[in-house]
């Protein structure tokens, strides 16, 4: 009997413990927004909100309220409350425009739903002012009852954690229904804290391990980097000490998956990997005879340059007419090197067989003052039954392939320093490619942001190049810097920078992570007179934005299954 009573009076506490916790959150105050706060906070921050009408449920409150007491109280970039009384979901932005709702509103359960308006996205790729329309961030609709008879049926647990993994999933959050870090939110949070960093040279002569001696100067006039040896003289002194200050990439054997996740991929680490394409029928199979035979009447688009050097970068003054508008003001006010252009190539189409013939003659030396690219082309839109001839490699096909493209040249091309938003295998089949790297975790260094575009023309009466044509467009992923004369005077802190060589011969494969800055000298194979590659971009493991100097790498919410 007393066992009885003592069970009844604790279950007795228990209930009025919950009203008590029910009449406390419905009178706690939750923060009002109106939609010019919602959205200049959500630049940086997602909202999970209810509207105010005297109508909306108690029990979306305390949801709300617990979501914020708890769950997100530790979260900086979700912000809970309600939505002010003035707005409606018809005229809900600043020009009146609606919430857009995915799969739209459910106007009948307004009043028992919560709303996760996302982040707004930054557009760094547009320079141009917004359009007259305003930007807005998309929304998702929760009904706390789906069904007006499952009211009674309210359960904070289970509606806690329908919504917490809800907000997961549309704010890019790693939250418990209790506020802790989720399972993947600490694997995601391991690999953000050890990201791969090249290690300084233990004889590197400076403080702070830069990648240049604390007495390098600059020689304007001579163009080159200039140091004061033992008796006086100036000698040139840039590319001895850089190659000296290389670190080289790993070299492995074919990797298992989960040894490439754990060791390269999730760490943004580079690797050469030997022994993954040796069996290719590429490399014996795709001579110039059997492609000509086979592609000779395709017509290609080529790449073309006077020196042998892609997307260099410029002075805009060595440009016809460059001190005549080409781009808005607007936008070239916003350019950080408005003096400066990206060059890129001349434009060719053309037989695939006259290629073929054109790059063997450039290889070797009949044909002087150019240099000519088929560069990133589709190999499924160009030569689709060649991809039967290679192979997609295990080890990385956890990731989604974005393009297989086919690299052939006359073998002596100079890429200029750039990044590429994508994990990248670079196979080599032909010839050599020697790549020097830069981790992406220090973009100021490299001096990252958009420089407005040029295109070289090719008169082919003359055979000449001509510096024309100044482009109203901006590049996004090419640095300022010049490797082979760093102007260390206005880009200093590229001195803070270390390089890592990675150089692969044929039947070897280049790991090359996403947004790592990378410029790339091929050489052509002696016999055969050209370089010849394939590469499979992958949509990026690790992304950010850009450009954006100051925007880390994070886990791509494509593979938040990986975690």
Same mark, same amino acid.
């Given at each position: ?126 320079? %141009?002012?917004?359009? !007259?329309?305003?930007? $807005?961030?998309? +929304?998702?609709?929760?009904? *706390?009852?789906? #069904?007006?008879?499952? =009211? ?112 390269? %991929?999730?760490?943004? !680490?580079?690797?050469? $990997?030997?022994? +993954?394409?040796?069996?290719? *029928?590429?490399? #014996?199979?795709?001579? =110039? ?275």
């Amino acid at each position: 009997m007393g066992y009885r009573l003592t069970l009844e009076y604790l279950i007795w506490i228990h209930l009025l413990i919950s009203v008590i916790n029910l009449v406390y959150f419905v009178e706690c105050t939750l923060p009002t927004f109106n939609s010019d706060a919602i959205l200049n906070a959500s630049g940086s921050s997602c909202h999970v909100l209810s509207f105010s009408d005297k109508n909306v449920a108690d029990e979306i409150t305390y949801v709300l309220q617990n979501l914020s007491d708890l769950s997100f109280r530790d979260e900086p970039t979700v912000i809970v409350g309600k939505i002010s009384p003035q707005i409606d979901v018809h005229s809900f932005w600043p020009d009146s425009s609606p919430l857009t709702v995915h799969k739209g509103i459910k106007k009948e359960t307004i009043n028992q739903s919560i709303f996760i308006i996302g982040r707004l996205r930054k557009d760094r790729t547009c320079l %141009l002012l917004p359009h !007259k329309r305003l930007a $807005v961030p998309s +929304a998702v609709q929760i009904d *706390i009852f789906p #069904k007006a008879k499952q =009211k009674h049926k309210f359960n904070l647990s289970a509606i806690s954690l329908k919504i917490v993994n809800e907000i997961n999933e549309k704010c890019n959050t790693f939250r418990n229904v209790d506020g802790s870090i989720n399972i993947k939110g600490l694997h995601r949070n391991e690999i953000l804290e050890n990201l791969y960093h090249i290690p300084s040279k233990s004889n590197q002569n400076t403080e702070n391990d830069d990648m240049f001696p604390s007495s390098f100067s600059f020689n304007h006039e001579q163009s080159q980097c200039v140091m004061a040896d033992k008796t006086g003289d100036n000698v040139n002194c840039q590319v001895k000490y850089v190659e000296e200050q290389y670190d080289y990439c790993e070299r492995i054997s074919v990797p298992s998956q989960n040894h490439f996740f754990h060791e390269y %991929l999730s760490l943004s !680490k580079p690797v050469i $990997v030997t022994g +993954a394409i040796t069996k290719w *029928i590429a490399l #014996k199979k795709w001579t =110039k005879s059997f492609l000509k035979e086979k592609y000779g009447k395709t017509r290609v688009h080529v790449k073309a340059t006077p020196n042998g050097e892609y997307e260099g970068v410029q002075d805009k003054s060595l440009w016809e007419r460059y001190k005549h508008p080409h781009i808005p003001k607007q936008v070239e006010d916003q350019l950080p090197y408005p003096d400066l252009v990206v060059e890129r190539p001349a434009s060719l189409d053309m037989l695939f067989s006259e290629f073929l013939d054109l790059i063997e003659n450039i290889s070797r030396g009949n044909t002087a003052n150019m240099s000519a690219y088929l560069e990133y082309s589709s190999i499924a839109d160009y030569f689709p039954e060649l991809k039967s001839d290679i192979k997609e490699l295990e080890f990385i096909n956890m990731l989604e392939l974005a393009s297989l493209n086919i690299w052939l040249s006359d073998g002596n091309t100079l890429g200029k320093l750039h990044f590429d938003p994508f994990d990248n295998l670079l196979c080599q089949i032909s010839g050599e490619k020697h790549v020097t790297l830069f981790e992406p975790h220090h973009n100021e260094r490299l001096y990252e942001g958009h420089i407005q575009e040029a295109q070289f023309t090719f008169n082919e009466s003359t055979g000449f190049f001509h510096r024309r044509h100044l482009l109203d467009s901006t590049s996004m992923v090419m640095s300022p810097v010049d490797l082979k004369k760093p102007d260390l005077e206005r880009f200093p802190l590229f001195a803070d920078t270390r390089p890592m060589k990675c150089s692969i011969k044929e039947g070897e494969v280049l790991f090359m992570p996403a947004f790592w800055w990378h410029e790339v000298q091929s050489t052509p194979n002696i016999s055969q007179h050209r370089n010849l590659a394939v590469n499979f971009w992958y949509k990026p493991f690790l992304t950010k934005e850009f450009p954006c100097p100051e925007c880390k790498l994070d886990v791509n919410p494509q593979y938040y299954n990986l975690l």
